[in-house]
């Protein structure tokens, strides 16, 4: 019985100290994280592909990001790249949003 | 009377036999394709095989890849759909028999396709590696591979579009050049070069089937037209500066320039990172007005007739269609099919119009003349809609 239950609180603590990063409190919520993985699919993906391979963009694959820093991809995001087809979407998405973004394109989208 | 009594019986026998031999319209072999299409469902690697006459769903097939940016080249007996794929997929449908005939994994990022003249050919533009590859229609077999290299820098291809005299006219957006490739020897292409046409292409397409090809550019405001029945007087930019010096509005979706509209001797050219669309004489290739709409425009797309000119937008206006008259140069209809309009696509002869809005995973088809909603069908994730009366159509 008491073995169990403390099996339990450190599953449960393991899991949560597992789904709080630093960042957790500006984390975008569920349900807007479901929107912005419909963004990034859809609006990012008709230039960087669907499974973000690439198209007339460049791949957003998690190697292809590696060597570049965050800031520099949510700025990116949010800013754009001048010179280039990639627009700025500060009207749509904060800098919250972007990160997160940033976040899910180093784990890998799944397709 | 007694004498035809046999004749009777033999008839009625003849009845009874095959109505049992042939039960009908139930094989699927015994139709056209005449009114078949494909519905691309992006995210699921998957097409519908449609008709338009009573607008139904037949089959899918599924197993294509990545179908992000797919589009769809017809063979000219009507039978087979080409499908190219954004992960180099090509993909060869029996649009009858509603299955996968062929497939090949050609390259590792592609744009679109074509089928030559003659229907004997298959062309696919990629990204990467830059370039076009040539495959024979029947076997899917490389044929020609024709790199995209310049000063020895690969090249992004798009705008690939079949031309007369057995041909393919693409656009390369890094370099700023068009090429025309001629295939009538068909492992031994023979490229035309056109340099410094102006800065990112983005796109290509034909107008007076077949006489000139257009790249809209990206990064300059202006057009790069090439005529093709003179082609050694070069490449001519059109509407120059038709921004005016204004900075362009950031651009969420490339426009589309397959399909432009061409009509009553005007061409409707969307802008790019601007509301408008803009029509031009194809006669002087002068500016002969531009027209308000409610976004960027990504399609505009003429009724075969050329009476009414149909555009969709880019994100964030994607929502919406507007209907242009031709005869005012006005938005006489604005309406919304629904969330994401991805694309539209008229039956052939433009009494009805098929549009897919990804966000609804729906299809929604208007007849053209009364603007009604006529059906709906669903669908995941819908983006192109390519029917098979295309295969008659130069520069598709």
Redesign the interface.
């Known amino acids: 019985m008491w073995r169990a239950a403390i099996v339990q609180v450190i599953t449960a603590g393991i899991l949560a100290a597992l789904s709080e990063p630093a960042v957790a409190a500006s984390e975008p919520s569920g349900a807007r994280q479901a929107q912005l993985l419909?963004l990034l699919?859809?609006?990012c993906?008709?230039?960087h592909?669907?499974?973000m391979?690439?198209?007339?963009g460049p791949p957003l694959l998690p190697q292809a990001l590696a060597t570049i820093d965050d800031a520099v991809l949510i700025e990116t995001i949010l800013d754009?790249r001048p010179?280039t087809?990639m627009?700025?979407w500060r009207f749509?998405l904060d800098p919250a949003d972007a990160a997160w973004l940033v976040k899910s394109l180093r784990a890998g989208v799944s397709? | 009377m007694t004498a035809c009594q046999p004749f009777v019986r033999i008839l009625i026998l003849l009845a009874i036999l095959t109505s049992v031999a042939w039960p009908g319209a139930a094989d699927p072999l015994l139709r056209g394709t005449g009114d078949l299409g494909v519905i691309i469902e992006r995210a699921s690697g998957r097409i519908q095989i449609v008709e338009t006459s009573q607008a139904t769903k037949l089959t899918e097939v599924t197993g294509l890849g990545d179908l992000s940016h797919a589009s769809v080249a017809f063979s000219r007996d009507g039978r087979f759909a080409y499908v190219f794929g954004r992960d180099g997929g090509l993909s060869k449908i029996d649009l009858l028999a509603g299955r996968l005939e062929r497939r090949v994994v050609q390259a590792g990022n592609a744009i679109g396709g074509a089928i030559s003249q003659d229907g004997r050919l298959i062309a696919v533009s990629n990204y990467e590696p830059g370039g076009v590859k040539v495959f024979d229609a029947i076997s899917l077999e490389l044929i020609a591979d024709i790199p995209a290299m310049t000063d020895g820098v690969p090249s992004k291809v798009v705008g690939l579009v079949d031309i007369p005299d057995q041909g393919f006219a693409f656009a390369l957006y890094d370099a700023g050049e068009i090429w025309l490739a001629d295939v009538s020897d068909r492992s031994q292409p023979r490229v035309r070069r056109f340099a410094g046409i102006g800065r990112q292409p983005y796109d290509g397409f034909i107008v007076e089937q077949g006489r000139y090809y257009i790249a809209g550019l990206f990064g300059e405001d202006g057009l790069a037209l090439l005529d093709l029945w003179r082609p050694d007087g070069g490449v001519k930019r059109i509407l120059d500066g038709y921004g005016r010096g204004e900075e362009p509005l950031p651009v969420y979706k490339m426009p589309h320039l397959e399909g432009v509209a061409v009509a009553a001797g005007l061409v409707f050219l969307p802008a790019v990172g601007r509301h408008e669309v803009l029509v031009v004489d194809s006669r002087s290739w002068q500016e002969v007005g531009r027209i308000a709409t409610a976004g960027q425009p990504v399609f505009a797309i003429a009724r075969p007739d050329g009476r009414q000119v149909w555009v969709n937008f880019a994100h964030p206006d994607n929502a919406t269609v507007q209907v242009i008259d031709v005869a005012s140069l006005a938005v006489v209809h604005s309406f919304s099919p629904g969330k994401a309009v991805m694309h539209l696509e008229f039956t052939p002869k433009g009494e009805e119009v098929w549009i897919s809005a990804r966000d609804d995973d729906r299809v929604r088809v208007y007849a053209t003349r009364t603007l009604r909603l006529l059906k709906e069908l669903a669908a995941e994730k819908p983006s192109g809609i390519f029917f098979a009366a295309r295969a008659h159509r130069i520069g598709y």
């Open positions: 419909e699919k859809h609006d993906g008709s230039c592909g669907l499974t391979r690439g198209g007339l754009g010179g087809p627009p700025p749509q397709p």
